[in-house]
């Protein structure tokens, strides 16, 4: 479809360009910044309406235009506008368009070469000459230059803060936060939350931990938020992921980590109380362990007077519960593991099965995957892939978190000054709105500031976990015999980092699944193999 002309005023034919109308919404763009979606394409459509302009297309982006190539409905439209689709854009501001350097470099470049024939903006007029050209460029320069402003604010308040001991958001579990000073101090979850600590180096199982936390209540207490109207109560979550977060936090012998910074809580403030010491804590983490220690065997296991493995791991294939673990003796006073099913009304005929069973199909398992060079450089670089794309997800999350509490500042900085130009003489129901909106200010900024926090717990170091998946790739053909050779509590970890879904039927047959991202490469190299025959692996 080719641009069609219409008579203008004084007789001249003039060119009828078809627009493409793009709306972006980013949560940097809270408060008065920006206007939201549907507010954005009014305003625009009525601007078209009033000027005669006509809209092809309709386009919607939720994401940020700070960082280029992050946004793929942008991209599709200029590829939309070279290959002659649409004639020109219609959006609500030039900052619509782009907030980086890269990607305001490729709208004005199409202007220059006629690609993109006319902008149009409801908030600004564009002339498609050299004046028009200058002031895009400088409104995209201080598009660019707010979004990087913002961030810089945000990071020195956040530094500020973290020198002096203090973080947003919803406080630690066992802990809350001085309404005076602002610093952390133990509540009343402190005892209980600590003793899931030492729960945890007796060797109890994480479930074990949840469950004893629930049973006494252990709990935070979150704040008002935009989506959240009331103050609620929030308990240990049945996840992995959770437990995990608190078992791995410093925060619990004294080293408050923030923003890829950190403190030692107990240099700068001589009251604050730590849930165990810095050496309880670096036990925590060898018994915690990671793939990389596992497989080299350098982690010294527990005591098996205490440690019992592979708990809340095999569930029954009959009945779906979990399978109770424990030790007995054979006749001749050797020792075993067995699995047993507790559950009365399960149908299972054969109510225990020996834990060899499971770990001599592990074994074979084990030894049927063999890899070339091609399947090892498959796996790398699905693992690297799946690696990048989670660590660059939390930090957008995170930049979007803190853009949304700098406009919030900003926002409440407002409302402070309306209060105080309001004056003595003011009627009570406008101080005590202006007030109520302050209020509601503040919760949001902490309620962000908890959000900002958590997904700081979840951000990891990207190169940590390619050592460690070298490590494992790199001995990929030898984890048979580090499985048979390893003590029970290697052998419980090693299993729980490669499998998920873990079974055994009424006849001791064993299925399970490899844990994401490794399952596709497994299962793809176990099916190349015809060494035990049709066997199912998965």
């Known amino acids: 479809m080719k641009s069609k002309s219409v008579l203008g005023t004084n007789g001249e034919e003039k060119p009828l360009f078809r ?49 280029s190539g992050r946004r793929p409905v942008f991209a599709k439209m200029l590829k939309d506008l070279e290959a002659g689709k649409y004639d020109g854009i219609l959006a609500w501001h030039p900052d619509r368009l782009a907030r980086n350097s890269l990607e305001a470099g490729m709208i004005v470049d199409m202007v220059d070469s006629g690609k993109i024939k ?10 498609n000459d050299s004046s028009g050209k200058l002031l895009l460029n400088i409104m995209f320069a201080m598009s660019k230059q707010y979004s990087e402003h913002l961030s810089e604010s945000v990071q020195r308040g956040v530094d500020s803060n973290l020198a002096q001991g203090k973080s947003g958001g919803i406080p630690k579990w066992g802990y809350n936060r001085s309404e005076i000073t602002g610093y952390y101090e133990p509540d009343d979850n402190f005892e209980y939350t600590k003793h899931g600590f030492e729960m945890y180096l007796e060797g109890h199982s994480q479930r074990e ?43 619990y012998y004294g080293i408050l980590v923030q923003a890829g910074q950190q403190v030692d809580l107990r240099k700068i403030l001589p009251n604050f109380k730590p849930m ?6 670096g036990e925590v983490q060898a018994k915690r362990g990671n793939l990389k220690k596992v497989i080299s065997a350098s982690v010294k296991a527990i005591d098996d007077k205490t440690f019992i493995p592979f708990r809340q791991l095999m569930r029954c294939g009959e009945c779906g519960n979990f399978m109770h673990v424990a030790r007995s003796k054979s006749r001749t006073g050797k020792k075993y593991l067995y699995f047993r099913c507790g559950n009365t009304e399960c149908k299972r005929e054969q109510k225990s099965v020996r834990a060899q069973v499971f770990l001599d199909y592990f074994y074979n398992t084990l030894e049927a995957l063999h890899f070339g060079k091609k399947e090892i450089d498959e796996l790398r670089n699905n693992l690297n892939d799946y690696i990048n794309v989670r660590h660059n997800e939390l930090l957008e999350e995170k930049l979007r978190v803190n853009a949304a509490i700098k406009a919030k500042k900003r926002t409440q900085g407002e409302l402070a000054q309306a209060f105080i130009d309001l004056g ?84 001791n047959e064993v299925s399970f699944r490899w844990k994401k991202p490794l399952e596709n490469v497994f299962n793809q190299a176990l099916k190349n193999r015809t060494r035990f025959g049709a066997r199912d692996w998965t």
């Open 118 to 127: 006319d902008l149009k903006f409801p908030t600004l007029e564009f002339t």
């Open 424 to 507: 003595k003489d003011a009627p009570e129901e406008a101080k005590k709105l202006v007030k109520e909106q302050m209020n509601e200010c503040r919760d949001a900024i902490a309620a962000l500031q908890a959000e900002r926090d958590d997904i700081s717990a979840k951000i990891y170091d990207p190169d940590q976990v390619r050592e460690i998946l070298e490590e494992l790739t790199n001995q990929l053909d030898s984890l048979a015999d580090k499985m048979k050779s390893a003590d029970s509590w290697q052998k419980d970890q090693l299993v729980r980092k490669l499998v998920t879904n873990l079974e055994i039927n009424n006849k």
């Open 209 to 251: 931990i949840i469950d004893y936390w629930r049973q006494n209540n252990v709990h935070r207490m979150t704040k008002l938020t935009r989506k959240n109207k009331n103050i609620k109560r929030i308990n240990v979550y049945d996840s992995d992921s959770t437990i995990g977060a608190i078992l791995s936090d410093p925060f």
């Open 276 to 281: 165990l010491t810095e050496e309880q804590f």
């Open 19 to 67: 627009y493409v109308l793009y709306a972006r919404k980013s949560s940097e763009d809270v408060g008065a910044q920006a206007k939201s979606l549907p507010d954005q394409i009014k305003d625009c459509l009525d601007y078209a309406e009033n000027k005669g302009i006509v809209v092809v297309d309709t386009l919607k982006e939720s994401h940020s235009a700070k960082i």
